[in-house]
C-alpha cells in the first residue's frame, strides 16, 4: 500500500488525484489532505478516505475541521504544509500559484517523490529546485499532461545524455481564442476566457491557457525537468488536444503520446510509476476521432508565449518575476479590474523592471517573488 499526500486536495487536479486513488483502493491510501479554505469539501473528503492529517491554509478553517474531528491531526500555515510534503510515499502538489513552491521543495529534500501539478514551483524556483534535486536525487514525474507526455516517449529511448533528442514539441490547443481578432480580443469577458474549448480546469489555469501564459510556462516547465535547452522547445498548437506532445530525435523520428483530454491519466501515470495502473482513463475511439490538425501559435496575437521564452533564457530570478506578475494580473483580470489584452501589457512592464538577481537560495526567489508583485500591482493601480 502506498500511501499519498493530496496537497491541493479540493481542486481540479486533486479531485481527480482522490478519483484515481477511489478506483485503486488496493494500492493507494491517503495519508495527508491539504487545501486553501473550502471547509465543506474537505469534511466529505476526510469522511471518504479517512487521512491522518489535515492541512488548511486558512486558519478559521482549520478550527471548523477541528471540532468536528476528535481524533485528526488539524493544522494550518506554510510550515504545517512543509512537514506534510514529507510524511507520504508519494506527494501530490496540486496546489495552484507560487503558494505550491513550499511544498516542491520540501517533497524533494525529504526525497519524496513528487506528483508534480503545480507547475508554478518550478518555474519560478527553478535553479533552487534543481539543487536540491541534483543532492537528493528525489524523483519527479510530472502530472501536467504535456510533459506526462515527453517523459513517456523520452522514456526507454536511451535518451539520459539528451543526445538524441533534436526537439521538444508541447502541444497546445490554443486556448478560446485561437481564431479571434485583435478587436475581438479586446472585448474579451471572464466568462469567455473561462470557457475552455478542450479541458475543465482552475480559473487561474484556464485563463493562462486563452492567453498562451500556460504553454509559456510549460516551455520553462520542460526546460527544468528535462534539461533541454530552450532553442530546442517548440510549440505547436494541436486543437483537438488528443496528441499531448512528441519527441523529435535527432536521426527526425518522432514519438508522440496520445489520449483523451482527461487529466486522471497522467495522475495515475505519476502515481504508479514504473508501472501502468489497471484503470483505464482517455480512452480514445478511434471510429469517431476523424481528424487531428496542427498549426504554428500565433506569437503576435499571443505576447505571453514570447515573454516566456525570454525569461526563461534570462534564467535566474526571471521566471519568478513572470511568474508573479502573472499570477496578479490574471488575478485582476478575474476581479474585472483590467481587460485581458492588459494580461500581456501588465507582464511585459513588470519585466522590465526585473532587477536580474541570482536564485542561489530560496530566499532569493520569496523576495523576487514579493518585489515583482509590488511592481505588477503598482503597475495595475495605474492602468
Ligand atoms: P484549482 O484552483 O482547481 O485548485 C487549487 C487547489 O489548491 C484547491 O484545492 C485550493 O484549495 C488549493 N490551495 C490554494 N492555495 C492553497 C494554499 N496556500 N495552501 C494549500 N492549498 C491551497 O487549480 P487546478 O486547476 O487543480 O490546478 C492546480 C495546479 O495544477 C496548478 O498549478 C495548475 O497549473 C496545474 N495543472 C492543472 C491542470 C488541470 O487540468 N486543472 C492541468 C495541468 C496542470
Ligand atoms: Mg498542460
Redo the contacts with the bound molecule.
Keep these: 500500500m502506498t500511501s499519498v499526500a493530496v496537497?491541493?486536495?479540493?481542486?481540479?487536479?486533486?479531485?481527480?488525484t482522490l478519483d484515481v486513488i477511489r478506483s485503486n483502493p488496493e494500492d493507494f491510501s491517503v495519508e495527508v489532505l491539504?487545501?486553501?479554505?473550502?471547509v465543506d469539501s474537505v469534511v466529505k473528503q476526510i469522511e471518504e478516505f479517512k487521512p491522518s492529517s489535515v492541512?488548511?491554509?486558512n486558519a478559521e478553517a482549520c478550527e471548523k475541521i477541528k471540532s468536528e474531528f476528535d481524533s485528526l491531526q488539524v493544522y494550518h500555515g506554510?510550515e504545517s504544509?512543509e512537514k506534510a510534503a514529507t510524511e507520504s510515499d508519494i506527494i501530490v502538489?496540486?496546489?495552484?500559484?507560487f503558494?505550491?513552491l513550499p511544498v516542491t521543495l520540501s517533497a524533494l529534500n525529504a526525497g519524496k517523490r513528487l506528483a508534480l501539478?503545480?507547475?508554478?514551483?518550478l518555474i519560478a524556483g527553478g535553479p533552487v529546485v534543481r539543487k536540491v534535486r541534483e543532492s537528493t536525487n528525489a524523483e519527479i514525474i510530472p502530472?501536467?499532461?504535456e510533459h506526462c507526455a515527453l517523459h513517456q516517449c523520452l522514456r526507454g529511448n536511451g535518451v539520459n545524455s539528451n543526445r538524441s533528442v533534436k526537439k521538444l514539441l508541447l502541444t497546445a490547443s490554443g486556448g478560446p481564442f485561437r481564431e479571434w481578432t485583435h478587436d475581438q480580443l479586446k472585448q474579451v469577458t471572464v466568462e469567455d476566457a473561462l470557457n475552455h474549448p478542450t479541458?475543465?480546469?482552475?480559473?487561474?489555469?484556464?485563463v493562462?491557457s486563452s492567453t498562451l501564459m500556460?504553454k509559456g510556462?510549460e516551455i520553462i516547465e520542460a526546460h527544468e525537468l528535462f534539461g533541454i535547452p530552450y532553442r530546442q522547445i517548440d510549440v505547436v498548437v494541436h486543437p483537438q488536444s488528443i496528441v499531448h506532445s512528441m519527441v523529435e530525435f535527432i536521426d527526425s523520428s518522432v514519438i508522440a503520446q496520445l489520449s483523451m483530454p482527461d487529466?486522471r491519466l497522467?495522475i495515475s501515470y505519476a502515481l504508479q510509476y514504473p508501472e501502468r495502473g489497471q484503470a483505464s482513463w482517455g480512452e480514445i475511439d478511434w471510429k469517431s476521432l476523424n481528424r487531428l490538425d496542427f498549426e504554428k501559435p500565433n506569437e503576435e496575437m499571443f505576447p505571453c508565449l514570447s515573454l516566456a521564452y525570454e525569461a526563461g533564457q534570462i534564467g535566474e530570478t526571471a521566471p519568478a518575476w513572470l511568474n508573479a506578475a502573472n499570477e496578479i494580473a490574471v488575478e485582476s483580470f478575474l476581479e474585472g479590474l483590467i481587460a485581458w489584452t492588459q494580461i500581456s501589457e501588465v507582464i511585459q512592464r513588470t519585466l522590465n523592471e526585473c532587477d536580474g538577481n541570482l536564485a542561489e537560495v530560496e530566499n532569493d526567489i520569496y523576495a523576487a517573488d514579493e518585489k515583482a508583485r509590488a511592481i505588477a500591482t503598482e503597475i495595475i493601480e495605474k492602468l
Excluded: F, H, R, Y
Design positions: 496537497l491541493g486536495s479540493t481542486g481540479s487536479i486533486g479531485t481527480q491539504a487545501a486553501g479554505s473550502s492541512v488548511m491554509a506554510k504544509l502538489n496540486a496546489i495552484v500559484g503558494a505550491g501539478a503545480n507547475k508554478e514551483s502530472v501536467d499532461s479541458w475543465n480546469m482552475g480559473p487561474k489555469i484556464t493562462d500556460n510556462l487529466m497522467p
